[in-house]
């Protein structure tokens, strides 16, 4: 996403809410210092990151009061996340990463997860594809969350869930939930630009519409270039 697209974002944002919110950023950026600009000058309070070195930026996110959450992958880039000075971490699973959940938690790491379809794991699921349609599977849904929750993490994050799955978990839970393509029942929603802005050719989630076809227009110009 280029830093003006990230702006014009951010400002419908505040514009359509007066909750709090926040940005994802993927720290291999190119321009990722005109990104974090960008969040600074708008003053959003939370950022997420991925896909790079946290301790490049969180340092300077952090001086200006902004909550920094870097999604990691395991126990060892926690361990490097809270190093840099995060304030929370972000892995993904539920039972099955229960126990590293509770560790990291012990380990005095904010830790948030992230269950129904995790990207880290796609491939498990034949793709991207809606998780909990069935009892079964809902039920497994349901007993992660559970499992998160008495981890001790202080958030969950579901993608891809039924509306009426992540609605029903969320009220039985004590702790707040953020979804993504999964209804309007959960705490907080997320939602990525990459996905509004048509940057995946190949994958087309069904929970938003998209607005432009970004690597279509990147392919034609180079192909003039």
Avoid at 15 to 30: I, R, S
Avoid at 72 to 77: A, G, I, L, R
Wanted: include cysteine; glycine fraction near 8%.
């Amino acid at each position: 996403m280029y830093p003006d697209v990230l702006q014009a974002h951010i400002r419908q944002c505040k514009a359509a809410t007066n909750k709090p919110f926040g940005v994802n950023v993927p720290l291999l950026y190119p321009d990722i210092e005109k990104h974090i600009q960008v969040i600074i000058e708008e003053k959003v309070p939370i950022v997420f990151t991925s896909a790079g070195n946290p301790k490049t930026w969180t340092s300077t996110l952090k001086q200006q009061g902004i909550t920094v959450v870097h999604v990691v992958s395991s126990s060892k880039f926690a361990l490097k996340a809270q190093e840099a000075g995060c304030d929370a971490v972000k892995p993904q699973g539920g039972r099955s990463q229960a126990h590293i959940l509770k560790a990291l938690v012990d380990a005095g790491i904010p830790t948030a997860s992230h269950i129904g379809l995790t990207p880290h794991t796609v491939a498990m699921f034949g793709g991207f594809r809606i998780q909990g349609k069935t009892a079964d599977a809902a039920m497994k849904i349901l007993e992660d969350a559970l499992a998160i929750q008495d981890a001790g993490c202080f958030m969950l994050e579901f993608e891809a869930v039924p509306a009426k799955i992540a609605a029903a978990i969320s009220a039985e839970l004590e702790i707040p939930t953020i979804g993504i393509g999964a209804g309007a029942g959960t705490d907080g929603q997320i939602l990525l630009s990459y996905d509004l802005l048509g940057v995946f050719v190949d994958f087309k989630p069904k929970f938003t519409k998209r607005y432009a076809n970004l690597t279509e227009v990147a392919v034609n110009g180079l192909r003039q270039y």
